[in-house]
């Protein structure tokens, strides 16, 4: 029986609410880092799928090990399948 490999990244795309005017992502990623209500959290590769609020701050931990941090009020974060969307701005 075959097992099922695991990707080791995640795609990442950032939008911003277009009245913002900031730049946004798109690109892959080892890790992204925020806070919700409980709490920091992280999210990885091969993660559950999950629909957050978010607040405050994000971080996006990328394969070259660079952060891209981003400082919002509040936000909206979805995982599923590996595909992390982040809508900022709202």
């Known amino acids: 029986m075959k097992r099922k490999s695991l990707k080791e990244e995640l795609f990442v795309a950032v939008f911003w609410s277009p009245f913002v005017g900031k730049v ?52 909206v974060l979805e995982v599923s399948d590996n595909l992390v969307k982040i809508f900022l701005g709202l």
């Open 24 to 75: 946004g992502y798109r690109g892959a990623a080892a890790a992204i880092t925020s806070d919700n209500k409980i709490g920091k959290f992280d999210i990885l590769p091969e993660h559950t799928n999950f629909i957050t609020l978010i607040f405050d701050k994000l971080v996006i931990h990328t394969l070259e090990k660079k952060k891209i941090e981003y400082e919002f009020k509040r936000g």
